[in-house]
């Protein structure tokens, strides 16, 4: 089932199915979000809840006990249940049910509150832990977006604009996308500009470190722009289709990494990974701003 948030400036539709944003509308018809032409990525704004990536082997350990858990966790795939809807405001949840169960051992309340002000949709992930015993997880958001957001523009007039230059870092990855322990500095145009270019993806994401709390998708030949914070989240992926000319970008905040190379994760082992105590909630909030 769909839902809409709008208001004068914006128009949202999200999913039950896995909480996803399926489109964001501006007042004069421009569409921000990725249209999820499976051209390029049938996906359009996945949310990534327990895990983050991919596991070794497609499987991770808890307590000494094996399981499996497709790339970016089983979220995307569960139907979720609506607790509260408005025109500015929707909740939806998941509970563990036999299938998360398969996958995560683990009892728990997953849910996602959407909140449109003006040009602004707030999302908060929300994880209460129900079991009696710690559990553990990852999350993180998988937005894409239109680039160029007009027909006269081209991807190349698009660039990122972080807030303040910092020590940036790249997460050096493997080409099957795991994660090594190298991090090597990445350095955008005067600390804080990365031009945008399909190059910059052949060989599979970009995931930074050390970033600035938001990044700007921006062209100096339009006025529209799309702004993402993620104030606790630090982890920032950037991402489309390899070596293609797809008309979008990703920009991923991320709570926790892939595993690492070669290495079979340990759910309670994983440093990145929260551990929430039983009768425990955690929240974690960030946002997109789409701007005319």
Known sequence: MQYKLYNRKLTVIIDSLGGEIKGMLSA??????????????DGQSPNLFPFVGRLTGGHYTFEGREYRMDIHGFLKSQQMTCRESSTSRL?????????????????????????????????????????????????????GFHVPLD???????????????????????????????QRIPFLPQDGK?????????????IVLTGMSPAVTLKSNTSSRSIRVEYPAMPYLGLWHMPKTDA??????PWLSLPSEADTVTAFE?????????????YRNTWSITCRE
């Open 247 to 252: 008309p979008y970008l990703c920009i991923e």
């Open 91 to 143: 909740v939806l949840s998941l509970t563990d049910n036999s299938k998360t169960r398969e996958e995560y051992p683990f009892a728990f309340d997953f849910t996602i509150i959407y909140e449109l002000h003006e040009d602004k949709l707030s999302i908060c992930f929300q994880v209460e832990n129900t079991d009696d015993k710690r559990m553990y997880f990852g999350l993180g958001g998988h937005p």
């Open 151 to 181: 027909k006269t523009q081209s991807f190349e007039d698009y660039y990122l604009e972080f807030d303040s230059a910092e020590d940036v870092k790249a997460v050096v990855l493997t080409k099957e996308c795991f994660v090594t322990r």
């Open 28 to 41: 004069d018809g421009t569409e921000y979000l990725w249209n999820g032409n499976p051209k390029y990525w």
């Open 193 to 205: 500009i990365l031009w945008l270019k399909h190059s910059l993806f052949d060989n599979d994401a």
């Open 269 to 281: 082992d994983k440093e990145d990974l929260v551990c929430l105590q039983p009768g425990k909630t």
